[in-house]
């Protein structure tokens, strides 16, 4: 082996070693990461399930347990994204024609760095609440991913820490029909992109280091607005997901069928989660739905029903199916049978999923109003209630016994997005 190959082995080993890098991220394995860090949508676990081992405020309002409070220009609907000392956020200036990534200091709010992804091609279609910058970035510990919408098509962008650009890769065409809202994860080698839509809809496997599409799949022409979501079930990883009337298993790494059966309903926005038995769904077009399909590939619905959980995503915890409804109904099942445990009324219409820190769910809806109730299978039960902001479309991260979020504000009738980091002062 080289001297200067050995060297720089070594280098990274003593920085993985030192924690400014992900020590899987040396193998070019799936980045592992500490509890204090939020790499990608639904955290971690890429379940909407914090670490336990944290304890965020249950209280707050403007002017109490506000951390740092940073405004952002534009519109988006991602949420953060939140490695070692930064903070990572995508937004959209439709006045600037600048789709950019954010980057803040954790402790501070203070900007470090913007990088504009575009500069031109920002379409105003779709959705009336859908935005250019529904995207979650996601961190591989050295680089920061955001999927973009730009100029009737769906770009990747991959940037250093520093907020260099390192490549970026048309992943395919895109007929607005909504919008467009998919975030991108990492496994392995890879980054995985979701772009179902009514033109020339595709799923993608790219490489990180280069950008270079590694698989692509063919999907229906239907729209879709679910996110990758990779989960080992049956003792292997596999890249599940709804939508276009299917429910479809790929091998996150080669994009190969594992496994796709009838059983989605066409339009579907929340993350697919699982027991490790059931895949459970949820859609809002052309039907409401919630159905438990089993994970071993036979397509079996093992129950469903009628529930409109279409844009926030469900959460299981141990034995139990635990959801939000767009309505505002927190509601309770067993995951096994679909049995309705209990349903209790919140208020509003949500669009933010909830997330679960130890046994206290944090759900917050397009109002600005934080509901945190027990992840309790007997009975719903209701420990708290919050308001920050005017508008909130973000789910919000829960990680190192803070809460990040991303507001809109209206003040003197002009409307203000903002990141807010919630903590105990």
């Known amino acids: 082996m080289r001297r200067t190959t050995k ?44 670490s336990s081992n944290q304890k965020p405020p249950v209280k707050w309002s403007s002017g109490e347990n506000i951390v740092w409070k940073t405004p952002i220009p534009g519109r988006g609907h991602g949420s953060v994204t939140v490695v070692g000392d930064q903070v990572f956020i995508a937004t959209a200036d439709l006045d600037a024609q600048e789709q950019s990534v954010f980057c803040l200091d954790r402790d501070t709010g203070a900007v470090k760095w913007k990088f504009i992804a575009h500069d031109t091609g920002l379409l105003n279609e779709g959705n009336k609440k859908a935005s250019l910058a529904s995207s979650t ?98 003792g292997k990883d ?66 469903k029903n009628g529930t409109r959980v279409y844009v926030p995503s469900m959460i299981v915890k141990g034995e139990h199916l635990f959801a ?9 099942w067993v995951a096994a049978t679909g049995e309705a445990l209990w349903k209790g009324r919140l208020g509003g219409t949500f669009s933010s999923s909830p997330v679960l820190v130890g046994d206290v769910f944090y759900a917050i809806n397009e109002a600005g109003e934080c509901y945190l109730f027990k992840a309790n299978p007997k009975e719903f039960e209701l420990v708290g209630k919050n308001k920050l902001g005017d508008e909130v479309f973000a789910t919000p991260t829960i990680v190192g016994g803070r809460i990040y979020v991303r507001i809109a504000e209206h003040v003197n009738g ?9 903590g105990e002062k």
């Not at 060297?7 to 204090?36: C, E, H, M, N």
């Not at 949508?41 to 914090?50: F, L």
């Not at 065409?173 to 995985?192: C, K, M, N, R, W």
């Not at 939000?324 to 309770?332: F, K």
């Open 7 to 50: 060297l720089s082995i070594l280098l990274i080993l003593a920085f993985a070693f030192a924690g400014i890098l992900p020590l899987t991220a040396v193998r070019g394995q799936t980045p592992s990461f500490k509890d204090t860090d939020w790499p990608w949508w639904r955290g971690p676990g890429r379940d909407g399930i914090a």
């Open 137 to 234: 970035p996601a961190c591989d510990g050295d680089r920061v991913f955001i999927n973009f919408l730009n100029n009737r098509a769906i770009h990747t962008t991959a940037l250093s820490r520093e907020g260099k650009k390192l490549w970026q890769t048309k992943i395919t065409d895109y007929t607005i029909h909504q919008g467009f809202a998919t975030s991108p994860t990492v496994y392995e080698s890879l980054v995985l992109v979701a772009a179902d839509n009514k033109g020339t809809g595709a799923w993608a496997g790219l490489n990180r280091d280069s950008g270079q599409i590694v698989w692509k799949h063919a999907r229906p022409k239907l729209p879709n607005y679910a996110s990758p979501i990779i989960y080992r079930i049956g």
């Open 238 to 303: 596999q890249l599940v997901f709804m939508g276009c009337k299917l429910v479809t298993s790929l091998s996150p790494l080669t994009g190969k069928v594992n496994w796709e059966k009838p059983g989605s309903t066409e339009e579907t926005v929340s993350s697919i989660v699982t027991d490790g038995t059931h895949l459970f769904t949820s859609g809002g077009w052309p039907e409401n739905h919630i159905a438990a399909m089993k994970a071993d590939g036979s397509g079996k619905i093992a129950w």
């Open 324 to 332: 939000v409804t767009d309505a505002g109904v927190a509601m309770c």
């Open 414 to 422: 002009k409307r203000q997005e903002s990141v807010v980091c919630i």
